[in-house]
């Protein structure tokens, strides 16, 4: 599952003041374990997407919803996700794991 966002502007997708299309999200699946990491960076939709798409190509990924916002990162899972391929994931997509929430 991915959260994609449309480019709808030319060049950086976010403005000045951060602000792009936020809060998308993937659909939410029940079942699983369900992991909250703080991922610092985050501004837009944009973003959200990008954390999104590279948490979901992890094995056993069954949902994620990031909220820039927030900076947190919800991931649900088959089974407990090894926090050094998250880490892995955000810092691919171009931010930083700070933790689990």
Request: hydrophobic share 35%.
């Amino acid at each position: 599952m991915k959260a994609m966002t449309d480019q709808k502007t030319s060049g950086s997708c976010c403005s000045t003041d951060g602000s792009c299309q936020s809060d998308t999200a993937a659909d939410v699946q029940t079942g699983g374990i369900t992991s909250v990491y703080k991922v610092s960076g985050m501004t837009c939709g944009h973003c959200e997407g990008a954390v999104s798409q590279e948490i979901s190509a992890l094995g056993g990924v069954a949902a994620v919803t990031a909220i820039a916002k927030t900076g947190e990162v919800t991931v649900t899972s088959a089974a407990p996700l090894d926090e050094e391929a998250v880490r892995a994931a955000v810092d691919e997509a171009g931010y930083e794991l700070v933790g689990t929430a």
